[in-house]
């Protein structure tokens, strides 16, 4: 007989609740949990089938025996490979002190395991994928409302008018966000649709705005303009929760909708019947901000810009507007403990500088790129240990070639991993994650109007010699002398530690693997606020005070995005809806469905260049080269070139994705440190390449 099992999935990062049936030891199904998702699951949950199948994966421990990069690998023991590590891991403690020893993840509900690992050897220096992704974002939220990115949930559901800048929603998915923008369009509500191209977003919006690349900012303030013209924003809340209202007001002043229209192209009915919109919407609109309001010089504004919008809508703490995720402390429960806190904080000074060189930076994961310049320099201490756990730098940072300079002056690199990263082939040590159907995962707490405890169960035995993570870093932690901090030998063990503050047993996931901690979402008295906003002020700070001890304008006069000098175009890329990033491309079902990506380039432009649908063109950065198809289509700017981020990926045991396509990436020359000293992030569409037709010959796959 089947039998269901709880799970979560893992093919991408949003981990989405999953039921598992299976039978004789075999999967027969995965659908999406039935009490959370209604059964929904996308493409690339449903082929997780696929990668368990699949064997072009790590199936042991792999040491590397050939130079760098060169693909040759002893298969060994876990115990021969831990104990490597473990070694290597002393050896660099011995020489540089446990600072010189690095981790990154990949963030999210189980960051807390590796976190405890790095600082239970006594570093700092834990780091994630972040300043690739939301940490303009995250940054810009801090500093107005005092809590980050993820200080916000988004009732998308239940509002009338959903704005999104650069945010994919339909296409870079997570599943119930979907469902809530489905049911928001079918109940009449709005769907204002930002982009330099055409989408399955934008198709579906009720106002598609196509913008010249770059000028997000100045569309966002030509919409505070017209709001705060229009008076069409919240007093009250303004007055009674805010601080810098009238320097904002005299700022926006020479913004005007005429002038935002023009400088981003687009007709000046559109933004004044957005902004006519807006009024009878208003509070119950939500500017979503997304990850990365794309990459450009002046995002950061751009997304601070974005959140001042939702303040002046006064849409906090109400339904269809942003919402304070609720904790477990909010329904009276104790949370789940946690492995991180019970660990002395090492002492010293993070080696990316966040925290003391870079105060208005949050600490928690820094900013990575800023450790690969601590490997080039030395300053200001030698890095020269680096492990990643579910996290391929490679395919995250742009650049790779300097960031293999950088690597080479560590003398332990090491990948946990499901896959064959890009960059686990540059490293020294491949530990092999089992996959997430193989395996269980710590308990997490999944916040919200309605928070709750979630888990992961193992639905199958691991096919290979694969190992899960709570059982690596535990392992390596014994090894390593640090094994009390992880107090535990088995998973039961580790989830009924987790428990105990709570009050509840992992019975009670049987039924629906999750628990519930409250019946009806909780919602905070908005005439009642104070103390949520983390500020310096404790106020929604307009003009911030952690931006002017930095040096930092608050409020920043916006200045044009660069045009692309004549022949070269901006590279900007994006998501697929049946890809995670790059570790889907070899997944055998999700390659049938999207095999390799190409290059979208606008239909006159393509003219002047000679360039026809399915042309294979070179894209040229300085010194790398992609050759790729040509999509041609009226549906994108001039200025602009688009792909699809995660391809041309280089590990030969991956024969479905290997050279299939072109990676942005590695075209990114010279982005590694380009980064927005406001926000941290990187500023990755600031890339201009050469669009060419190729002599190449379509059939051969071959390096760039
Ligand atoms: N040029 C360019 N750069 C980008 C982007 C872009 O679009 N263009 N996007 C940026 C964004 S938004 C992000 S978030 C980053 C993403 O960058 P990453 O976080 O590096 O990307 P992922 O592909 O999500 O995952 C990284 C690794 O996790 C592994 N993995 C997957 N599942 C598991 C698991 O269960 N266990 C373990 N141990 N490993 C697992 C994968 O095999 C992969 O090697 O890249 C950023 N960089
Ligand atoms: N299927 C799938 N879903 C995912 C992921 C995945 O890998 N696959 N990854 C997840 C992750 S880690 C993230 S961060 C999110 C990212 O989700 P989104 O933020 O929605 O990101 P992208 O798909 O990268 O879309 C970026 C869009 O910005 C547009 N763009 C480029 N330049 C400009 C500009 O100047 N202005 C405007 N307005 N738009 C511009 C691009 O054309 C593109 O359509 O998706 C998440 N969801
Ligand atoms: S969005 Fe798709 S791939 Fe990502 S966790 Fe959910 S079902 Fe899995
Ligand atoms: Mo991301």
């Given at each position: 007989m ?10 991408c990062s949003v981990?989405c609740?999953?039921?598992v049936e299976v039978e004789d030891?075999k999967i027969k199904w ?5 009490h959370?998702?209604?059964g929904?699951?996308?493409?690339k949950g449903s ?5 368990h199948?699949?064997s072009?994966r790590p199936?042991?421990?792999l040491?590397?025996r050939?130079g760098?990069?060169a693909?040759?690998?002893d298969p060994?023991?876990?115990e021969?490979?831990?104990d490597?590590v ?6 660099i403690r011995e020489k ?13 509900p189980?960051?807390?395991?590796p976190?405890?690992f ?9 780091t994630?994928?972040?300043?690739a992704?939301?940490?303009?974002v995250?940054?810009?939220c801090?500093t107005?409302?005092g809590?980050g ?5 988004y009732?998308?559901?239940?509002t009338?008018h959903l ?5 994919n929603?339909?296409?870079s ?7 809530q923008?489905?049911?928001m369009?079918?109940?009449?509500g709005r ?7 055409q989408?399955?977003?934008?198709i579906k919006?009720t106002?598609?705005m196509?913008?010249?690349p770059g000028?997000d900012?100045?569309?966002a303030?030509g ?5 705060i ?5 919240d007093k009250?809340f303004i007055e009674?929760y805010t ?9 926006i002043?020479?913004y005007?909708?005429?002038?935002a229209a023009?400088?981003?192209g687009?007709?000046?009915?559109r ?7 807006v009024?009878e919407?208003?509070?119950k ?7 990365m309001?794309s990459r450009?010089r002046?995002s ?7 959140s001042?919008l939702?303040v002046?809508m ?6 269809g507007?942003?919402?304070f995720?609720?904790t477990p402390?909010?329904?009276g429960?104790?949370g789940l403990?946690?492995?991180d806190?019970?660990?002395?904080k090492?002492?010293?000074?993070r080696?990316?500088g966040?925290g ?5 930076f949050?600490?928690g994961?820094g900013?990575?790129?800023l450790f690969?310049?601590?490997?080039a320099?030395?300053?200001p201490y ?5 492990i990643c756990y ?12 300097a960031q293999?300079?950088a690597?080479?002056n ?6 946990i ?6 960059f686990?082939?540059?490293s020294d ?5 089992s996959?997430?159907l193989?395996r ?12 709750r405890f979630i888990?992961?169960?193992r639905?199958?035995?691991p096919?290979f010699d694969?190992?899960?993570?709570w059982?690596i870093?535990?392992?390596l932690?014994?090894k390593?002398?640090a ?8 998973i ?5 530690w987790?428990?105990e503050?709570t009050g509840?047993s992992?019975?009670?996931f ?6 519930s901690?409250t019946?009806k ?5 908005r005439?009642?606020?104070?103390g949520?906003f983390k500020?310096?002020s404790s106020?929604?700070?307009f ?7 930095a040096g930092?304008?608050s ?9 692309p000098a ?11 809806p049946v890809?995670?990033?790059?570790h889907?491309i ?13 290059l979208?380039i ?23 080269k992609?050759?790729v198809?040509?999509?041609v289509?009226d ?11 995660g391809?041309g ?5 991956q ?5 299939a396509?072109m990676?942005d990436?590695?075209?990114q020359?010279g982005?590694l440190q380009d980064m927005?000293p406001?926000g941290?992030?990187?500023?990755l569409c600031?890339?201009f390449?050469?669009v060419r ?8 796959r071959?390096e760039?």
């Open positions: 089947a039998k269901t099992v709880w799970s979560m999935c893992g093919m981990r609740p999953i039921r030891g995965i659908e999406g949990n039935p959370l998702l209604g929904a699951l996308c493409a082929a997780a089938i696929a990668l199948k699949d072009e199936q042991q421990p040491i590397r050939g760098r990069g693909g040759k690998w060994v023991s876990w021969t490979a831990l490597y473990a070694e290597k891991i002393n050896n540089y002190g446990a600072r010189a020893m690095m981790l990154s993840c990949r963030g999210g189980w960051a807390d395991l976190k405890a790095i600082h239970a050897l006594g570093s700092p220096n834990f994630n994928h972040d300043s992704c939301g940490r303009n995250h940054h810009a801090k107005l409302y809590v990115r993820k200080g916000f949930i009732d998308i559901k239940n009338k704005v999104l800048f650069g945010r929603i339909l296409a998915l997570r599943v119930a966000e979907v469902q923008v489905m049911d369009l079918d109940k009449g769907l204002t649709y930002v982009d330099v191209r989408s399955l977003t934008g919006s106002n598609f196509q913008v010249r000028t900012y100045a569309l303030l919409m505070i303009h017209g709001i013209k229009a008076e069409a924003y009250e009674k601080t810098g209202f009238d320097e904002l007001v005299s700022f002043e020479p005007d909708v005429n002038w023009k400088e981003c687009i007709k000046v009915g933004l004044k019947r957005f902004i006519k919109e009024t919407d208003r509070p609109v939500v500017f979503h901000p997304g990850w309001l450009y002046d950061f504004y751009a997304s601070r810009a974005l001042i939702n002046l006064g849409n906090i703490e109400i339904e507007g942003q919402q995720p609720k402390g909010d329904c429960i104790k403990r946690t492995l806190s019970q660990i002395p090492p002492e010293e000074k080696a990316d966040v003391w060189k870079y105060k208005h949050d600490k994961p900013l990575f790129h690969y310049e601590a490997m320099t030395g300053e030698p890095i020269k240990g680096i579910r996290h391929d730098p490679f395919n995250c940072f742009p650049d790779v070639t293999k300079e690597l080479d560590c003398e332990l690199i090491v990948s991993d499901t896959h064959y990263s890009e686990g082939w540059y040590v491949i530990l092999p994650e996959m997430f193989e269980e995962t710590p308990i997490a707490t999944q916040k919200g109007p309605k928070p888990l992961r169960q639905a199958v035995e096919r694969t190992k899960p993570s059982e870093f535990k392992r932690a014994d390593l002398g094994g009390e901090y992880f107090p535990y030998n088995t039961e063990e580790y989830w009924n987790q428990l503050p509840y992992i019975e009670d049987n039924e629906k693997g999750f628990v901690l019946d979402p909780i919602m905070y008295d005439d009642n606020l104070d949520k500020t310096p106020k929604i700070e003009v911030s005070q952690v931006l002017k001890e930092l304008p409020l920043k006069p916006y200045e044009s995005p660069q045009k004549k022949g070269k175009f901006r590279l900007v890329f994006g998501r697929s890809h995670a990033h790059g889907t070899n997944n055998p079902l999700l390659h049938e469905l999207f095999p390799e990506n190409s979208w606008n239909t006159r432009s393509a003219a002047k260049l000679g360039i026809k649908e399915g042309d294979l063109v070179d894209v040229i950065a300085e010194t790398r992609g050759t198809k040509a999509h289509t549906f994108i700017h001039p200025e602009a070139v688009y792909t699809v981020h391809f990926r280089q590990v030969p045991l024969s479905r994705a290997y050279h396509g990676s990436q590695k075209l020359e982005l927005d406001a941290g992030g990187l500023c600031e890339k390449v050469i037709r190729s002599s190449r010959n379509p059939k051969r071959v760039l």
